[in-house]
């Protein structure tokens, strides 16, 4: 039976504006907040959100709001898709109104200063709310053209999982249930990193094989900083992790992968990050987790090797060659919790 409060998508971008037309297109009245009034105008008048989703029919469900306290007020179930750097400044001077809700973090980032994930964030604004994440091989424009595609909603509150599957789980949109949900979580963050290596790669006419060793290899760090940090290795064999990394790892579609395609083509990381003109998480992913990396004492070459580039002055000849030298330990090493590396 459909819920007849609406839904409510907290983001004007483009993942909230498909996950928006998702629900819309499984029944659900849906409220998607956005700060900028013009905009919200724009997508109520032309039914169509031209910045972050130019040539998608947003559905007569949708309703463009920009009233956020009214929007916390009326709703029970929110999809947060905000910035990671915007998450905890616009949700925070709102807690009170927070509590006992259902708040469910599309946001693939960490946070600066804390190293928080964003559903931690979350829940050190409203103790007493419902939290979980959506992660996965989720591109936002292909959700929204109807390619068939799946995802993972991951939390230790069961019924969550269920709410999201039913209000989610469409013809074109497959949705799988976790308890782990840090392991889901992080993984999406990291993945952002080695795709904007893998944008980089193909942009200096790198091969197959070259592709394939940096994500394969990507696969070993991102999970061995996860065991590191106490999540569970086999969620990264998962759509979250191995099918986050392939799919962003692989697609010009990825903002991520355009930065590193960019950088390739021999822009500074400025000009990479302005040219975009969208939300590319992995840069501000690069620098928390070098520092991470280095106090949890985790062997990261890749993750080291690109902040050398963009922010030790290093050149791209000068990192290859050292990676290139460095010792070739054990293929698979991740699944043990013994530390050896
Ligand atoms: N796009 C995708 O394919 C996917 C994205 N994600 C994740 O979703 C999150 C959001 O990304 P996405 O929708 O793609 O981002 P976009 O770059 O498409 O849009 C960013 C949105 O955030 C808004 N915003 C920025 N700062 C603030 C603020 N301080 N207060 C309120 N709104 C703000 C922008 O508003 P304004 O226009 O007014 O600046 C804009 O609506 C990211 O963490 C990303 O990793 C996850 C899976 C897929
Ligand atoms: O997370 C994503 C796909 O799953 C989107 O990646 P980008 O943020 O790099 O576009």
Redesign the pocket.
């Known amino acids: 039976m459909t819920d007849q409060r609406p839904i409510a998508v907290l ?6 504006t498909a996950v928006a037309n998702l629900l819309a297109e499984n029944g659900h009245p849906v409220r998607q907040w ?3 009034p013009e ?1 919200a105008e724009a997508i109520r008048v032309n039914r169509e959100n031209p ?2 989703l130019k040539g998608i029919k947003i559905r007569p469900e949708v309703e463009p709001v920009t009233d956020l306290q009214a929007t916390l007020d009326d709703s029970e179930l929110f999809f947060v ?6 998450l905890r ?2 949700l925070a001077p709102h807690a009170e109104r927070l509590s006992g809700k259902l708040l469910v973090s ?4 960490i946070e600066a200063q804390t190293f928080k994930l964003m559903s931690e964030i979350l829940q050190d604004i409203a103790p007493k709310a419902r939290i979980g994440v959506i992660s996965g091989p ?4 292909e959700i929204a053209e109807h390619a068939l595609t799946a995802t993972v909603v991951a939390s230790e509150d069961e019924e969550l999982c269920q709410r999201v599957q039913a209000a989610l789980h469409g013809r074109t949109f497959r949705v799988y249930a976790s308890a782990d949900r840090f392991g889901v979580e992080l993984g ?1 963050a990291l993945k ?1 990193v080695y795709a904007i290596i893998a944008g980089m790669a193909v942009a200096l006419g790198m091969g197959e094989n070259t592709k394939s060793m940096l994500i394969t290899r990507a696969l070993a760090e991102m999970t061995r900083f996860a065991v590191s940090q106490g999540a569970n290795p086999m969620t990264f064999l998962g759509l979250a992790g191995v099918g986050d990394l392939i799919v962003t790892c692989s697609s010009p579609k990825s ?1 991520n992968y355009q930065v590193g395609f960019a950088l390739g083509q021999g822009l500074s990381l400025d000009e990479a990050v302005s040219r975009l003109g ?2 590319a ?1 992995g840069v501000n992913t690069l620098k928390v987790l070098k520092a991470k990396s280095q106090e949890a004492g985790v062997y990261m070459p890749l993750v080291a090797g690109l902040h050398a580039i963009l922010f030790e002055g290093r050149t791209l000849e000068q990192v290859i060659e050292l990676l290139m030298r460095g010792e070739p330990k054990t293929d698979v090493d991740f699944i043990s919790t013994s530390g050896f590396n």
């Open positions: 983001g004007g971008g483009s993942f909230g956005m700060r900028d905009q910045r972050y898709a905000l910035p990671s750097s915007a400044t616009v599309l946001t693939k980032g989720n591109l936002a424009r999406g952002n903002r969208e939300v998480e």
